[in-house]
């Protein structure tokens, strides 16, 4: 059992997307508990994923194709959870604000989150600050990620933070920021409540604000 | 099938034109047949007039056909091979490859625990043997110091005796006689397995030095006449100084030290056809207010620059200079001095560029320098390498598949190329403010000290044989027992 958790885990470093999916198929048809294929092999995985990328010792090429294989094992496991009525981490909700079309970097973050083990809600680039507030309303996120990459765009994220708080929803959720041109520093300033400097450092914030780092 | 198309593979880089090149040729060619140099060397004058030299006293001159026969006979294609038989740490010496590497002879080092300068003693020399084992953009050895706790006639020998098993890449190995020479050989020859085996595959190369201007000396010569006997890959290396010892133009100063490179080579390729020979070696400037031999001017890479292309016109390999600097510590200058001269060399092709970790002018070896010029020598090669042009490279298709406001990060052609299209360095820092702070701060100096002292803690070098180890330690015996009373 330990032995297909742990191939399942290096399946995911090695960014072999067919190998999980059947490796993650095998573990159910083994009757294993989704939730614990789930911790003990895929988050495992992706969280050595997260460390290598950190020490250099793995790029952001690799990095993406073990994300594409923890998503092909979650495809097969999904259904699992949902049955078993296991709920995930938490719940992110995540848009490039407005003005900005940059979303790679915004992208990259919700691929590593999700490894992490959370659900995202994608609202994708150029998004108003309604549209945050509407998503907000309908989706109950316990985060909310925003991103920019223009020095002229960055300034929409302390407008969209503004709204938010005009809107009664600021104390509801936790609020990440990041972009090329955000540091910690501006992200205290708009009222922000912490900033990822990358993918790997934004899905470690999000896990801080969720408590389960 | 693509009709009269040129494909440029690396950087285009040319300083003298075929004509002037052809000029400086003749003038080397007219020192010889009419200046001559001084040789002190009984045994080299005989060799050299019985071949067709001109010998009046001590001065020899030489016809031309005498040099341009010897020019005929040096191989510009061979190999010194890596002693444990490793392909990587092989060096090929053809057009259009640069190779790097320390030099020899610095009187001090700058101490890996304090950075602080003092002499150089026995036990640095197998520290700098395993830095250049384990820096991937180091291809040759040598010392980058002289012993001063053994013997004073034995430094050379204990030298590469502690070398010599702290690395498998190939050992330039400089001695102070025949007799150095002897022993060091001996060790070499054991390893290969002998001396046949050794003509075969030489596992290093010889090292001489004349001087400057236009002299023999009888030990530089006396080295030379060993090594082509035991047919060993020779480098003989002027140190000429414009406006000291050389004229003060740079032309000026290409000319008169090949005159006293062709010398050597007209000499080996009598003694022994198709030796591989090295012309050399430090071309530089004499500052006219400190009076050193300046080793970060730019008329250093300027003059091997143009060295290198007469060498290289004349069908010869060179033995190029590089990654030194003049200032006294570890700073700004180093860095600038240091890695312009890289670039330079290796642009040019010169085939082994030495003195890489050479400071104070050529007085202080420093493994520092060495290993923050080993990502300087990386940055270079990535320059050098150029860019690759076919269908795959201009990625047409891809472009197409990506389309307006997409990414590359996924493509299969991304994940193929990011590997070998960018270079990545180990020193220089590019991450962000954040991680940059979090990780201590740390300066270029830091990181690079932190460096080499993790690969001397960590780098094991493959080992030599047993039977090498038992000519070490012959070919030392007997060296203490002849100048024990010296």
């Known amino acids: 059992m330990s032995r297909l958790y742990e191939r399942i885990s290096t399946a995911i470093m090695e960014g072999d997307a067919d190998k999980t999916a059947k490796l993650v198929q095998r573990g159910i048809d083994q009757e294993l508990a989704a ?12 969280g050595e994923v997260g460390v290598r990328f950190k020490a250099g010792d793995m790029f952001v090429p690799e990095v993406l194709m073990s994300a594409d294989s923890m998503q092909a094992g979650l495809e097969v496991l999904r259904p699992h959870l949902v049955a078993s009525g296991v709920k995930l981490i938490g719940k992110i909700l995540m848009g490039t604000v407005k003005g900005d079309l940059h979303d790679i970097g915004k992208n990259l973050v919700n691929m590593m989150c999700e490894g992490a083990g959370f659900e995202i809600v994608d609202i994708g680039f150029n998004v108003d600050p309604e549209k945050f507030i509407e998503a907000i309303k309908e989706h109950q996120p316990d985060v909310v990620g925003m991103s920019a990459m223009l020095t002229t765009t960055m300034r929409a994220m302390a407008q969209t933070i503004k709204a938010i708080e005009e809107a009664g929803l600021r104390d509801q959720v936790k609020i990440m920021v990041g972009g090329a041109p955000v540091d910690a520093a501006f992200a205290e300033r708009i009222g922000a409540d912490g900033y990822g400097s990358n993918a790997p450092a934004g899905s470690d914030l999000a896990k801080k604000f969720v408590g389960a780092a | ?62 016809p031309s056909y005498m040099v341009k026969d010897a020019l005929a006979k040096a191989p510009r294609s ?9 392909p990587k740490h092989n060096i090929h010496i053809s057009p259009g490859r640069a190779h790097f590497g320390p030099g020899p002879t610095c009187p ?22 395993k830095m250049c084992d384990a820096l991937p953009n180091i291809d040759f050895v040598e010392s980058l110091g002289t012993v001063n706790d053994v013997h004073h006639e034995l430094g050379a020998l204990y030298e590469f005796a502690g070398m010599f098993p702290n690395t498998s890449k190939p050992i330039v190995a400089w001695s102070y006689d025949r007799f150095d020479s002897a022993g060091i050989h001996e060790i070499a020859v054991a390893e290969a397995g002998g001396q046949e085996a050794f003509e075969l595959r030489p596992n290093y190369v010889h090292y001489c030095e004349p001087l400057s201007p236009l002299v ?26 414009s406006g000291g010892t050389a004229p003060i133009t740079s032309a000026g100063i290409v000319i008169q030290g090949a005159a006293e490179s062709w010398m050597g080579l007209t000499l080996a390729q009598i003694i022994q056809p198709g030796l591989p020979y090295f012309m050399g070696g430090v071309f530089s400037a004499m500052d006219m207010s400190s009076m ?4 970060g001017a ?58 890489v970790g050479y400071t104070e002018s050529g007085m202080t070896g420093s493994v520092f320098q060495l290993c923050a010029m080993d990502e300087a020598i990386g ?11 076919n269908e795959d490279t201009l990625a047409v298709p891809v472009i197409h598949n990506v389309g307006p406001n997409g990414h590359y990060l996924r493509e299969e052609h991304t994940r193929r190329y990011y590997k070998n299209e960018f270079w990545y360095p180990k020193l220089c820092d590019r991450r962000n403010y954040e991680e940059w702070d979090m990780m201590g701060k740390t300066s270029f100096k830091e990181r690079t000290a932190a460096r080499v002292r993790d690969i001397l803690a960590t780098h094991q070098p493959s080992p030599i044989k047993p039977e090498t180890e038992k000519a070490i330690e012959k070919a030392l015996a007997e060296a203490e027992e002849r100048v024990k009373d010296h």
């Open chain 2, 78 to 86: 061979f190999t010194i091979w890596a002693r444990d038989g490793n």
């Open chain 2, 298 to 355: 730019p008329e250093l890479p300027l003059n091997m620059a143009a060295l290198t292309e007469l060498a290289h016109f004349a069908g010869l390999p060179l033995w190029q200079t590089g990654g030194c600097t003049d200032s006294k510590c570890f700073d700004e200058q180093a860095i600038i001095e240091g890695s312009m001269s890289v670039l330079f060399s290796a642009l040019t092709g010169g085939d082994l560029c030495h003195d």
């Open chain 2, 216 to 241: 023999s000396t009888f030990e530089a010569l006396d080295k030379l006449i060993f090594a082509a006997r035991h047919r060993v890959p020779l480098i003989f290396t002027p140190c000429p100084i």
């Open chain 2, 108 to 129: 001090n080092f700058i101490d890996i625990e304090t950075m602080e300068r003092r002499l150089y003693v026995k036990s640095d020399v197998p520290a700098v043997a």
């Open chain 2, 292 to 295: 050193i031999l300046a080793y």
């Open chain 2, 1 to 62: 099938m693509r009709t009269n198309y040129v494909i440029n593979s690396g950087v285009r880089f040319q300083l003298l034109s075929q004509d002037q090149l052809q000029e400086m040729f003749d003038g080397v060619l007219h020192v010889l047949e009419y200046t001559g140099l001084d040789v002190y060397h009984d045994e080299a004058r005989e060799i050299l007039k019985e071949a067709g030299a001109w010998v009046d006293g001590l001065r020899v001159r030489l």
């Open chain 2, 379 to 389: 940055y270079a090669r990535r320059i050098t390498r150029g860019i690759e042009v």
């Open chain 1, 35 to 46: 939730k614990e294929i789930l911790d003990n092999a895929m988050v495992v995985g992706m």
